[in-house]
């Protein structure tokens, strides 16, 4: 943090608007995301201090990984609910196969299910508990 505002006057330096802009976007993405004990505003303040613009570029970045966050929450949390959907077909058809006699080795075979739970599930059924997991 003390060398943030040295290196934001070295962006100062670099000869196109695009370059610079990109290389800010870079550094506010890494400072945000891989320095646990730098705040927000602290980078807001050491860029205040030596851009004119880079207060409202910094909103932007901090908004852009926020979307890019919330996206990946997102997929995280379809794929575990594709995750649970299929364990719960799983015990369906496990708990299908043990009404109908099956043995334990050739459900688990089926399902993909460890022994433990099938026979857990066959203990359940033929104490006549629901089973609901």
Known sequence: MSRLKDIFELFRELPGKTEFNRYLELLIIYLGSNIRD??????????????????????????QIKEEGIEIGVMEGEEIGIKKGEEKNK???????????????????????????????????????????
Do not use: Y
């Open 91 to 133: 015990l369906k058809i496990a708990i299908n196969c043990l009404l109908k006699g099956m043995d334990t080795w050739t459900i688990a075979e089926i399902t993909e299910l460890p022994i433990e739970r099938i026979d857990a599930l066959k203990a359940a059924i033929h104490q006549g508990n629901p089973v609901h997991r």
């Open 38 to 63: 730098v705040q927000p505003a602290q980078i807001r303040d050491a860029i205040d201090e030596v851009l004119e613009e880079g207060g409202a570029m910094m909103s932007t970045v901090f908004q």
